[in-house]
């Protein structure tokens, strides 16, 4: 049918495939295409894209480096505002072609691009860029592109080795108010220091979002202090910090910030949460906490946690295990004789990664009948009996719903991928 409707199609995204089905992509031509995704694994695919100037959102991957032809190409795509990229490298000759691309785009995502050559870098600026997003972008000129963005609103910088000198010169710099319009800023993995974090946060007019990954004792009370006059507005917080289930920045969080749409903090003491103020985050969407507790506790906290998490009805993403490594903490207990039932107000969940459980066939029919819009399913589901965890998991792939090993769950709570 797309062969026939060709003009209908405004979205595309080519998957890898085989070469014949590449080939059949290649010739097609889809005159009103706004958005294109795809892998570059033929050697004739970049031409096909430049066949395609009213692209305006484009995300190219699979290539260590784009040819020329393909660079000029896209300087010619006058409507082209998002771009996303991953290759290692923009060859010496093709780099200020880069550079004047990017003076006409909106948003730009790049993964492990190394720009090793300035070119005309020094002589330029790029005052359409709002939003950049740079994973595992080498260093070597990052910074100097990312100030000659003036009117940038959002930043995001992923990398297994964060230099100490790349966040110190950040901080300076929105400290400077270099950008005055930012208010989203996400940098991770490695440790930042607690004065860094202070300027970073202390610098920012407004903050809607922010995201710092492995902190360690960076964020404390100094941090929350400066925090603390966006809680009204405030949509996204994650916070990967130390380990520390005693803090109280979790339930600070959850019963005062109103917009909160997604939250990722280090594990909190369940009795923090049941004898806390009541949560106001009746938007949050996303949820990433672990609630710990001693055995004996139980009964008496855990009704009470759930009547906060009944709050969420519009929480989609939950997970509840313990993503970090190395430790052991008993977490909620998801079974109907301890309050299960107070969470059938969760009527949007699609997600949902826990700690081992101890579930039997009362606890599935529950979650069959209440979360009606379940997707994916994290943990195991009974670590007592293997058979009802196998009988369990079948039921679940009955229904259509994936169940998927507690390793790959870690995995994406780690790297931030839901």
């Not at 031509?29 to 395609?52: A, C, K, T, Y």
């Not at 006409?104 to 997003?133: A, D, V, Y």
């Not at 507005?233 to 910030?257: E, G, M, P, W, Y």
């Amino acid at each position: 049918a797309i062969y026939q409707h060709t003009q209908l199609v405004r979205s595309f995204v080519a998957e890898p495939c085989s070469k014949e089905e590449t080939e059949k992509i290649l010739k097609l031509r889809f005159p009103n295409l706004v958005s294109l995704d795809v892998v570059l694994n033929h050697q004739d695919m970049q031409e096909w894209i430049i066949g395609h100037p009213s692209i305006t959102r484009l995300t190219l991957n699979g290539a260590r480096s784009f040819n020329s032809k393909l660079w000029n190409g896209l300087l010619g795509f006058r409507h082209l505002k998002d771009f996303s990229m991953s290759c290692q490298k923009v060859d010496n000759k093709d780099i200020d072609t880069f550079w004047q691309l990017c003076t006409q785009l909106e948003r730009l995502e790049i993964s492990r691009l190394c720009i090793r050559h300035q070119g005309n870098l020094l002589s330029m600026t790029f005052p359409s860029i709002k939003k950049l997003e740079m994973n595992w972008a080498k260093d070597d000129n990052i910074l100097e592109f990312v100030q000659r963005c003036p009117n940038l609103t959002s930043f995001k910088r992923f990398h297994g080795e964060l230099p100490t000198e790349f966040t110190s010169s950040f901080s300076e710099l929105v400290t400077a108010r270099t950008w005055p319009h930012l208010h989203s800023v996400s940098l991770g993995w490695d440790d930042i220091a607690e004065d860094t974090v202070l300027c970073i946060i202390g610098g920012m007019q407004r903050i809607n979002a922010f995201e710092m990954y492995h902190v360690l004792d960076s964020f404390g009370s100094n941090a929350m202090g400066l925090l603390r006059p966006h809680f009204s507005h405030v949509s996204v917080l994650r916070l990967f910090i130390t380990f520390v289930s005693k803090n109280r920045i979790a339930q600070d969080i959850l019963s005062s910030c109103p917009l909160l749409e997604q939250f990722m903090a280090p594990p909190i003491k369940a009795s923090v949460v049941a004898e806390g103020k009541p949560w106001v985050c009746t938007r949050l969407q996303k949820l990433k906490l672990m609630f710990v507790y001693e055995e004996l506790t139980l009964p008496r906290l855990q009704p009470l946690v759930f009547d906060q998490l009944a709050r969420l009805v519009r929480l989609e993403d939950w997970s509840l295990a313990n993503y970090r490594s190395g430790r052991s903490y008993q977490s909620l207990d998801l079974t109907l004789v301890n309050g299960l039932g107070k969470l059938s107000t969760l009527r949007s969940l699609r997600f949902i990664h826990y700690s081992s459980q101890v579930m039997g066939q009362h606890e599935i029919d529950w979650i069959f009948e209440h979360w009606t819009n379940l997707e994916d399913v994290g943990g195991q589901l009974n670590i007592q009996d293997g058979a009802i965890n196998e009988g369990l998991k079948k039921q679940l792939k009955e229904r259509g719903i994936t169940f998927r090993p507690s390793y790959w769950w870690r995995y994406r709570v780690l790297w931030g991928q839901c």
